[in-house]
């Protein structure tokens, strides 16, 4: 058998030997010791000097000191820190009554839950776990269908490895030489991108369909208002906010409300008023943000460009372009700026025109649920987007501010702690075999030119770009079926790269096309494991099928998401070309 023959005898047999339940990092090692020690084989050698030895020390060497695998132990403790310590069940309730009055209350807070909750702590396992403990039974007393109930948590639960920061994204970095930042950036709008498509579909089909989702009873959608807030508001025809400003200016309007048997203290009204200014302190701080990047930070940059730059040749001369740096952004952003503060300030003061006691307790609700952690990740992301740290950095914030926010909440003890660390030391050990045992495996199937024969068969078939990419695409979603994304990205995904050059294809664009793609991994059987995470905590009649078929159209989703990202590259390339240049 020639060694080209080999090489592909070799990619099938991986295929084989993972689908029987083989461990991969040590498959993929021991088939590359296998293979690779007959291609260097010498008869004139003995057995220990075959280099197929020095091939494994060197590879195993090289994955060791990859400086970009150093952030995946930081970021996957920070999510089983999360797990252990974290209310999900509270920002679950909060984030129900806050959209107690939308088609599907349960499973549009189930959703926006488990994207929130991925992003925090990417684990997939965890958040279907976490949420069929907690969503998958109310969903199904209170009359939702199984198939929406389950596709739900299983669809909302493989978001995490998509929205960064994700250790998918490290991994596929890693494998591609590419920039994390980059990716990060070019993974964000594809990322809430397919959660809205999967929040309109959940909507479309409860107005539709009424039947699949019926309207919560009262008594689960009411507020637990606290009667002095509703006393406070009365005499303003229950407008809270003004109340309170009204009682801050004058503490005596206030006095002879109870609040736990005890007058209402300016302490209470100061702190009511506070929890009320958190939607608008929220978009003042957003827009300042975006102000103080667009505007300030980059015309600094500019500047310190400009002036750092010794001027070369004759002084009088000044090109055309000089100083375009620093003119700033366009006029159109200052006009598209001003629409979007006047109406964020329209929106603000038609809200709080309009505060009742029942949003004020939401917004309390969801500020003490949702917002501690939602700073910690916005955080994360802003320190890696903007250039402040390195990716390794902010895994390092984030996990500080994971076991922060868990000792605050009081949900965090020693034995959760060795257990998240216990996870972390077992999921980092995965992965970082993976490396090696792919390093060895990509080595052997270079050297005996199994890569060349693709690369070739491939060219051989003059394909336009769009062909390839259906091509490639449609061979990584079909091996999703039998195979995990791990397996994908380290196998199969560098077969491709080297190709990428040839057809112009950005491998930026190509690779957030595989991670959404990916998605897919998690939705389709026979080895969907989002299925059997959601199967092991779901009801006995529940079955297998049952959950099957609520995956089902979320793949399509999946695909429709792909085909306009490919449409509309700038929902990918856009903030990273941004950020950091073409």
Request: one cysteine or more; glycine letters at 8%; a neutral charge.
């Amino acid at each position: 058998m020639s060694d080209p023959a080999l090489g592909l005898s070799m990619l099938g047999l991986i295929v084989v030997v993972i689908i029987l339940g083989f461990p991969t990092a040590f498959t993929l090692m021991g088939l590359g010791m296998i293979f690779g020690y007959a291609a260097f084989y010498d008869p004139t050698q003995v057995w220990y000097a075959n280099r197929i030895f020095d091939l494994m020390v060197q590879r195993t060497y090289g994955a060791m000191t990859n400086d970009v695998l150093i952030s995946i132990p930081l970021f996957v403790l920070m999510g089983y820190v999360m797990e252990r310590g974290a209310l999900v069940d509270k920002m679950f309730y909060a984030v129900q009554l806050a959209f107690r009055n939308v088609p599907a209350a349960l499973a549009v807070a189930t959703l926006l839950v488990c994207t929130f909750w991925g992003i925090a702590s990417g684990l997939v396992g965890a958040v279907v776990v976490l949420m069929g403990v907690i969503a998958f039974n109310p969903m199904l007393k209170a009359g939702y269908d199984v198939k929406l109930a389950a596709g739900v948590i299983t669809a909302g639960g493989t978001l995490g490895i998509l929205i960064p920061p994700s250790v998918m994204i490290i991994v596929y970095a890693a494998v591609a030489g590419q920039s994390v930042v980059k990716l990060y950036a070019a993974a964000m709008f594809p990322g809430f991108f397919l959660a809205f498509l999967y929040l309109v579909y959940i909507v479309g089909w409860a107005l539709l369909n009424p039947r699949v989702a019926p309207k919560l009873p009262p008594e689960q959608t009411q507020v637990p208002v606290p009667d002095w807030t509703r006393t406070l508001a009365e005499p303003h025809r229950g407008r809270v906010f003004l109340a309170l400003s009204r009682a801050l200016l004058s503490p005596a309007r206030a006095r002879g409300i109870e609040r736990d048997g005890q007058p209402v203290t300016r302490g209470a009204l100061l702190q009511a008023w506070g929890y009320a200014l958190v939607p608008l302190t929220l978009i003042t701080l957003t827009l300042a943000v975006v102000w103080w990047y667009v505007v300030i930070h980059q015309q600094a940059g500019a500047v310190e460009a400009v002036t750092a730059v010794e001027q070369l040749g004759t002084p009088d001369l000044v090109p055309d372009d000089a100083g375009q740096g620093s003119k700033g952004p366009p006029t159109a952003f200052y006009v598209w700026f001003g629409a979007i503060a006047f109406g964020f300030a329209a929106l603000m003061a038609r809200y709080y025109a309009r505060m009742t006691a029942e949003r004020l307790e939401v917004i309390r609700m969801l500020t003490d649920a949702v917002l501690p952690l939602g700073l910690l990740t916005a955080v994360v992301l802003a320190v890696i987007l903007f250039g402040i740290t390195t990716a390794t950095e902010s895994a390092a914030v984030g996990a500080a501010g994971a076991f922060l926010l868990a000792f605050h909440a009081r949900s965090l003890n020693w034995k959760k702690i060795k257990e998240a660390v216990f996870l972390t030391a077992k999921t980092t050990s995965m992965v970082c075999w993976l490396f090696v045992g792919s390093a060895i495996f990509s080595a052997v199937f270079a050297l005996l030119g199994g890569q060349a024969l693709l690369e070739s068969w491939v060219l051989s078939l003059n394909l336009s770009p769009l062909q390839f990419m259906i091509l490639s695409q449609a061979i990584i979603f079909v091996l999703g079926w039998p195979l995990e994304w791990t397996e994908i990205i380290v196998i199969f995904v560098p077969i491709f790269l080297p190709m990428l050059k040839h057809f112009g294809i950005d491998p930026i664009l190509w690779g957030v096309l595989v991670f959404v793609n990916l998605q897919a991994a998690f939705l389709s059987p026979p080895v969907a494991m989002s299925a059997f995470y959601l199967k092991g905590v779901a009801p006995s009649h529940v079955t297998i099928n049952q959950i099957f078929a609520g995956m089902m159209p979320y793949m399509l989703i999946v695909i429709l998401c792909m085909v306009l990202m490919y449409i509309w590259p700038g929902l990918t390339l856009w903030l990273p070309e941004y950020l950091y240049g073409g």
